[in-house]
């Protein structure tokens, strides 16, 4: 009954962050869909419905993450300090550009930037902690709203000082086992725990004996890996490890696992036909 007595909705957008404190863009609708053009920066959407009686509680949407693959530009950031230098090569020269830096939608920080020389300091960066930078061209310089004039020049990451992995991938298991080789997968390392770019892991495998039998590294994109030149009826163990540039990670938990002494069969079938007469 609600539904039928609704006369529109209510959309509000929302930049985040806005350091101009302006008010959100508020749009009337009478459907229930609305096209935005929009930036990379994070925006909020806030969407509520109205109707003679008045206006209902509003759903709040984060818009999410877009894929920064086919962006105009490139961003350098310099590490100096506890700061770092941000610089771009403009494409064409628009007004102003706004620059969003910070750690998540709730940490970020905005700055318009009246130059055309491509070229910002940002201030006070904590180590360890991965940043994300955001470069927006736009003709609106003043106190306005961005969500019709900006459009998103580059996007990048940055750690102001790398640190190794706090911990090793969870989730280690060995599976497809055979006289000569074993199947190991893992959990990559959550990026909150990487404390730096992860640039790969590596697989350490020793025997009964403790002698190191293989150590392999793989690129950071790798979950899974098939370990082969083992001995028959041998008990192995397993650790891996993340690293960044800075160094590597403690390994994961041992995980151990026995070689059979004769080949494993996959499956029997032993098919009975009946004829009846």
Request: glycine share 6%; proline share 5%; aromatic share 10%.
């Amino acid at each position: 009954t609600q539904s039928e007595n609704i006369l529109g909705y209510y959309v509000n957008v929302e930049r985040i962050p806005n350091s101009c404190r302006d008010s959100p863009n508020r749009i009337f609708l009478k459907d229930r869909k609305v096209l935005l053009n929009i930036s990379m920066a994070y925006y909020r959407v806030n969407i509520s419905a109205y109707n003679e009686a008045g206006e209902s509680p509003q759903v709040i949407y984060i818009v999410p993450d877009f894929s920064a693959t086919d962006l105009p530009g490139q961003i350098h950031v310099k590490h100096l300090g506890t700061n770092a230098v941000v610089t771009w090569t403009p494409k064409y020269n628009p007004k102003c550009f706004v620059v969003d830096w910070g750690t998540s939608k709730e940490d970020m920080r905005m700055k318009i930037v009246n130059t055309a020389t491509g070229n910002f300091t940002l201030e006070n960066f904590q180590p360890y902690k991965s940043y994300k930078i955001m470069v927006h061209a736009s003709d609106v310089c003043q106190c306005e709203s961005f969500t019709r004039h900006e459009k998103t020049f580059g996007v990048t990451h940055f750690y102001s000082v790398e640190g190794v992995p706090r911990t090793g991938p969870a989730n280690v298991t060995i599976l497809n086992i055979t006289k000569h080789s074993a199947l190991v997968k893992w959990t990559e390392i959550a990026a909150e725990d990487c404390l730096g770019f992860l640039q790969g892991y590596r697989i350490s495998v020793t025997d009964s004996s403790k002698k190191r039998s293989l150590a392999v590294t793989l690129n950071s994109s790798t979950t899974s890996y098939r370990l082969t030149g083992l001995k028959e009826k041998t008990i192995y163990r397993v650790q891996i490890s993340g690293f960044t540039n800075a160094g590597e990670g403690p390994p994961s938990l041992s995980q151990p696992f026995s070689t059979p002494k004769y080949g494993t069969v996959e499956a029997i079938c032993i098919c009975v036909t009946q004829h009846q007469s």
